[in-house]
């Protein structure tokens, strides 16, 4: 497994048991999979009291770190000596390994229906249709003069076939950038084309 150095970041204090005591760091683990797998989690899971000692930021820090590292080993499919090997170059000790291997094989086919529900293909754009608007007065009455453009995008998801609606308003200044990328994309992919 291979993960950015900000989640190896947001790792190495779950792997401190100064800062991280054995009852903390379990309660952290249970979060970040409840956070991933439980559609219904609760948003105050972190103000459980054994969390209470730890700053704010290094805890949810290590929530996104504990959460990516379990995403990225659901879609590796990783098996518990390749965890084990990515957990020991962070410096976790053995019971924390071993605890955190618990956690995952308990939750892993959860969390492999979870990653497969997701799909592989991004959405994909199918149509594009526009309208200018122009913004005289705002609600509280003050004059603006602006024109914006109101987008749709018709996007169709390729594994299911539905057809969804994306809307959203734009300056002038914002479409043209937006034009800009997506000839950059498209000179981009047809130079990977030719190669």
Same mark, same amino acid.
């Given at each position: 497994? %291979? &993960?950015?150095?900000?989640?190896?970041?947001?790792?190495?204090?779950?792997?401190?048991?100064?800062?991280? /005591?054995?009852?903390?760091?379990?309660v952290l683990l249970q979060t970040a999979f409840q956070s991933l797998?439980?559609?219904?989690?609760?948003?105050?899971? &972190?103000?459980?009291?054994?969390?209470?000692?730890?700053?704010?930021?290094?805890?949810?820090?290590?929530?996104?770190?504990?959460?990516?590292? @379990?995403?990225?080993?659901?879609?590796?499919?990783?098996?518990?000596?390749?965890?084990?090997?990515? &957990?020991e170059d962070c410096k976790f000790d053995r019971e924390r390994i071993?605890?955190?291997?618990?956690?995952?094989?308990?939750?892993?086919?959860?969390?492999?229906?979870? !990653?497969?529900? @997701?799909?592989?293909?991004?959405?994909?754009?199918?149509?594009? /249709?526009?309208?200018?608007?122009?913004?005289?007065?705002?609600?509280?009455?003050?004059?603006?003069?602006?024109?914006?453009? &109101?987008?749709?995008?018709?996007?169709?998801?390729?594994? /299911?076939?539905?057809?969804?609606?994306?809307?959203?308003?734009?300056?002038? %200044?914002?479409?043209?950038?937006?034009?800009?990328? !997506?000839?950059?994309?498209?000179?981009? !992919?047809?130079?990977?084309?030719?190669?």
């Amino acid at each position: 497994m %291979e &993960l950015s150095e900000y989640v190896q970041s947001g790792l190495q204090p779950l792997a401190d048991p100064g800062c991280f /005591s054995p009852r903390a760091y379990t309660v952290l683990l249970q979060t970040a999979f409840q956070s991933l797998l439980d559609t219904q989690a609760d948003q105050a899971a &972190l103000d459980h009291p054994d969390l209470k000692q730890i700053d704010p930021t290094v805890l949810k820090h290590c929530h996104a770190a504990a959460a990516t590292c @379990i995403l990225e080993a659901g879609k590796q499919k990783a098996d518990k000596s390749a965890i084990s090997a990515y &957990l020991e170059d962070c410096k976790f000790d053995r019971e924390r390994i071993e605890q955190f291997c618990t956690e995952y094989q308990k939750n892993k086919d959860t969390l492999e229906i979870m !990653l497969g529900s @997701i799909g592989r293909c991004p959405p994909h754009i199918t149509d594009v /249709s526009w309208r200018l608007e122009y913004q005289i007065k705002t609600n509280q009455l003050h004059k603006t003069y602006r024109p914006a453009y &109101l987008m749709t995008l018709n996007v169709e998801n390729s594994g /299911s076939g539905s057809h969804t609606d994306v809307n959203f308003s734009c300056t002038m %200044e914002q479409l043209q950038d937006l034009v800009g990328k !997506l000839k950059d994309a498209a000179k981009s !992919l047809e130079r990977a084309t030719q190669m």
